[in-house]
């Protein structure tokens, strides 16, 4: 078995997985225990994570566009050229809205899609220009992988949501008669704000844990080629951060947050596992003329 995938070493993933794992099983027993002794009521703390867990994800996969792009920029076909041409702006500016919609709409509202579509546009913007170098063959293998991890996650999480409906701890501490221990389907509240119903699991955790196909871009640039450890330990502590940041100011259990979490990252480990039997084949420039 090869000891990594695109340059990311397999045995990163166990760690990660096993340590969600045992959360979730630590959260079955002591969800609202563990939810009682670290809830502060609007600390600073999760506000901020509020509105920067997830941008990190976003704007990763805002950033299949300029993989696109670079995938097709040499194509001889004009269209393909003018298809990556367009997903460089489209995919940043839809990943852009969504962010906006997901974070900043109930604060900012409209306001808030502008400040997504600034944020995944800048930075991706600021990505490509790092990683343009990137082999088109390269660049398009990873734009699927991300997107596929990206998509799943994203589709999942919002299903959950809707067919559990946990209640967050902020509701439940002022009745704690509304607490659903993990994987209680049973009740429905009623009269309560749908807001107040989307505890399980955490989209932030989630769309967090797919930045850690992060490292996918090291090999782009020189400069970067050997530093993918550090690239996933780094994605993993922004993980930590923003489950922290989650349970803090009562939006999250923490099973909620594992759970999440874990979602994002066996997706985002099963898509760049696999990607390895894809095989894009360069055509001939001649034949392709």
Not at 84 to 109: C, E, R, W
Not at 158 to 166: C, G
Not at 215 to 226: D, G, H, I, M, S
């Amino acid at each position: 078995m090869k000891q990594s995938v695109n340059a990311i070493k397999n045995f990163w993933w166990i760690p990660v997985g096993v340590l969600l794992i045992l959360g979730i099983v630590l959260g079955a027993s002591y969800d609202l225990n563990i939810a009682k002794a670290i809830y502060a009521e609007g600390n600073i703390f999760g506000k901020i994570i509020e509105y920067i867990g997830s941008i990190p994800g976003y704007v990763l996969v805002g950033f299949v566009g300029p993989l696109l792009f670079i995938a097709t920029r040499s194509s001889s076909k004009k269209w393909i050229k003018y298809l990556g041409f367009a997903a460089f702006f489209v995919i940043p500016l839809v990943s852009g809205l969504v962010l906006g919609y997901d974070v900043f709409y109930d604060s900012l509202h409209l306001v808030g899609f502008l400040c997504g579509m600034v944020i995944t546009m800048g930075l991706d913007a600021l990505l490509y220009f790092a990683f343009k170098t990137a082999d088109p063959k390269d660049a398009l293998k990873d734009a699927f992988i991300i997107a596929i991890a990206f998509a799943i996650t994203f589709i999942l999480v919002f299903v959950l949501k809707k067919l559990v409906e946990r209640p967050r701890f902020i509701y439940v501490a002022t009745d704690l008669d509304a607490f659903k221990p993990l994987f209680d389907f049973s009740s429905k509240l009623e009269g309560v704000d749908e807001s107040l119903l989307n505890s399980f699991p955490s989209g932030h955790s989630a769309i967090a844990a797919t930045f850690l196909l992060f490292p996918l871009l090291c090999k782009y640039n020189e400069k970067t080629k050997n530093l993918q450890g550090i690239f996933f330990i780094t994605a993993c502590l922004w993980l930590l951060i923003t489950m922290l940041g989650r349970m803090s100011d009562g939006h999250h259990y923490l099973s909620d947050v594992c759970f999440g979490a874990f979602i994002g990252a066996l997706f985002s480990f099963l898509a760049n596992f696999f990607s390895k039997f894809v095989k894009l084949e360069k055509k001939d420039e001649a034949e392709n003329g």
